[in-house]
């Protein structure tokens, strides 16, 4: 089984400010990893994922995310957000066995103030 | 990336009525299905898993006889919820992936019942 645990509920910041979202995950067989982004009353948006390769993995809007297995960690970073990236967060997992079937951590609410 | 249709994006019912949510894949067919839900400020939790053709697997927890799922086509999964009651209310959420593929999500549908 897996499990996914994002350690802050909601992170305040200013604009042009950089962030980091942190999540951890549990699993005993292998993953991949995924961020997603939720605006108000609209589904999910892949961010980005890492499936294998490169252990840093980078999304077109400038937030990046790096792998670390030892850890067991896959923490969301930006050196410079914007109002617009205010939106909930959500790391996950899926088991290279059963990919789709994801697991999702508690959310993240990143509040970008200007 | 492949896109997955959702109908509607809100429904209201009345209490003991039966609503029916519609997810399709446009343009890839949808070996495997999945429902979430998700309550405000909370989460995504997997309900259950459907593969075309077969019956959906349920989650722990989930009623299988209030919430029927069908998936009777690669490009259709259907999620029932029966004599809807208001802790019904909540926003739901499907995903679907090809052989060989990333799961896509569907936009949501808000239920909310009165």
């Known amino acids: 089984a897996q499990s996914v645990t994002q350690l802050d509920s909601q992170v305040p910041v200013f604009e042009e400010a950089p962030v980091e979202l942190r999540c951890n995950y549990s699993?005993?067989?292998?993953?991949?990893l995924f961020w997603y982004v939720q605006y108000p009353n609209q589904g999910l948006q892949l961010l980005l994922k890492y499936l294998s390769g490169s252990t840093l993995v980078e999304s077109i809007n400038g937030f990046e995310a790096e792998f670390n297995k030892s850890q067991t960690s896959f923490h969301l970073r930006k050196p410079s957000v914007h109002i617009s990236d205010t939106a909930e967060y959500f790391c996950?997992?899926?088991?290279?066995?059963?990919?789709?079937?994801?697991?999702f951590g508690q959310g993240t609410t990143l509040q970008v103030k200007p | 990336g492949a896109v997955v249709s959702q109908h509607p994006s809100w429904v209201i019912c009345k209490s003991g009525t039966s609503v029916k949510i519609e997810c399709r894949s446009l343009?890839?067919?949808?070996?495997?299905m999945f429902w979430y839900r998700q309550f405000p400020k909370q989460s995504l939790m997997l309900m259950a898993t459907s593969n075309e053709g077969s019956k959906a697997t349920y989650e722990q927890g989930v009623e299988k006889d209030k919430f029927l799922i069908n998936h009777a086509s690669l490009t259709l999964s259907t999620l029932t919820v029966t004599s809807a009651h208001p802790e019904d209310s909540s926003f739901y959420i499907c995903?679907?992936?090809?052989?060989?593929?990333?799961?896509?999500f569907g936009q949501g549908t808000r239920l909310t019942v009165v």
């Open positions: 343009d890839f067919q949808a070996t495997t």
């Open positions: 996950a997992v899926s088991a290279f066995s059963n990919t789709g079937k994801l697991i």
């Open positions: 995903s679907a992936r090809g052989l060989n593929t990333e799961a896509f």
């Open positions: 699993s005993s067989v292998s993953v991949y």
